[in-house]
């Protein structure tokens, strides 16, 4: 069966860092690319960033462009999310994603993030 | 960041179709077919139910369809149903710096 498990998230200070880990199984995970998406409490959802199978490709919304970085490791079936100069704004749920088609298919369960002094 | 502007809400009675609409640009819906729809019950994770404009994954019900008009997708559901009851995302690729854009998010409320 096809999973995705996020960790990494927790309480944060604003300008501190956290790094997001979301491991993957059920699927040979180097030929997908891999997503992060977030969720403010009682918002919308919220892409933050995408990572091609090969790490070829890398993309990130502007509003985390410069303090997020991407990366994955296809021998440990993982993606990461490294987030510096966390502001009260990053505060969500947020979600790993399985980008397939263009689409989001398989979502993990997520992990929280709060940014609060 | 640019968003895709759907309905904040949308209703209807046990088996009758509503329609959630998605507005975007040339840059998004215009110009790809890559439009895809999600649904969200409360405290949950997003399930997909639409790729490619119209496209279904397997599993997922066929009172779900898809479609795409000029900068405007659609998400159509038939024979409406109690546990329809949720929150519905649109989403599509964009070409801007963006990269990849969410609608406002529909709440659909079975009457």
């Known amino acids: 069966e096809v999973h995705l498990v996020e960790s990494g998230g927790g309480l944060v200070k604003p300008g501190g860092s956290l790094r997001l880990s979301c491991a993957a199984s059920?699927?040979?995970?180097?030929?997908?690319?891999m997503n992060w998406v977030r969720q403010a409490p009682g918002r919308g959802l919220d892409w933050v960033s995408s990572?091609?199978?090969?790490?070829?490709?890398?993309y990130y919304a502007d509003s985390v462009k410069g303090r997020f970085t991407i990366s994955r490791d296809n021998a440990k079936n993982s993606v990461y999310l490294q987030m510096d100069s966390l502001r009260v704004d990053d505060t969500a749920i947020y979600y790993c994603a399985r980008g397939r088609q263009n689409a989001f298919d398989i979502w993990g369960q997520g992990t929280t993030v709060t940014v609060s002094s | 960041q640019s968003v895709l502007t759907q309905p904040a809400s949308v209703s209807g009675s046990p088996g009758q179709s509503i329609t959630i609409s998605c507005a975007g640009t040339s840059a998004d819906i215009g110009g790809y077919k890559y439009v895809s729809w999600y649904q969200q019950y409360p405290g949950k994770v997003p399930k997909l139910l639409v790729y490619n404009a119209s496209d279904r994954p397997s599993g997922v019900s066929n009172r779900f369809s898809g479609s795409k008009s000029g900068n405007t997708a659609s998400l159509t559901i038939s024979g409406l149903q109690a546990e329809d009851e949720a929150e519905y995302y649109c989403a599509s690729y964009s070409s801007t710096t963006t990269f990849y854009v969410f609608g406002t998010g529909t709440k659909v409320t079975v009457l």
């Open positions: 059920g699927f040979t995970f180097k030929y997908f690319s």
């Open positions: 990572i091609r199978g090969d790490s070829s490709y890398i």
